[in-house]
């Protein structure tokens, strides 16, 4: 046994059966997989799950279920806290984020304008016109943009007076 895998959903341990077949060939032919014997599978899900090739065409494998790990966990006066993200102290996955967005932005407006779309003035004058309308959002709500709206609600918000279509 290589340790323990998570199994979500069936789907999870049809692959995790692919998987460790394939991982396993030199006790099995090619042929064999798909074919090998793995028995009923698990109760229920989530699991965790290990297994070995016991013969040839044969899976032997071990199971640890919710209330598995719970009594595990009690015996061991392990404190049971639901999961939560992880507070970052940093913000350098957002850094990263924004670093590239910025680097795309930029070469976006460079190609614009190194094919004729665009030129440099025209496309300053445009930024700081949407800046300033971005930034009389912000001001007069605080609850910016909502992320559940769709583009065509958010630039309803920004440009009251056009008909924004999200067909268009």
């Not at 709500?141 to 630039?155: C, L, R």
Request: charged residues 20%; contains cysteine.
């Amino acid at each position: 046994m290589a340790g323990m895998t998570l199994l979500r959903n069936a789907e999870d341990w049809n692959s995790y059966k692919l998987k460790t077949e394939r991982d396993n060939q030199s006790n099995t032919t090619q042929s064999d997989i798909g074919n090998i014997n793995w028995g009923t599978g698990p109760a229920q899900y989530p699991c965790l799950v290990a297994s070995t090739m016991a013969a040839p065409m044969r899976a032997i494998s071990c199971y640890v279920y919710l209330g598995d790990a719970q009594t595990l966990a009690a015996a061991s006066n392990l404190k049971i806290v639901p999961a939560t993200p992880a507070d970052r102290q940093d913000n350098h996955t957002t850094h990263d984020f924004e670093k590239h967005v910025a680097a795309m932005l930029m070469t976006i407006a460079d190609e614009l304008a190194a094919v004729g779309i665009t030129n440099p003035k025209r496309f300053e004058d445009s930024f700081a016109k949407h800046l300033q309308i971005v930034d009389q959002y912000h001001e007069a709500d605080k609850e910016a943009i909502n992320t559940s709206e769709s583009a065509s609600g958010v630039m309803r918000k920004l440009y009251p007076n056009d008909n924004c279509d999200e067909s268009a």
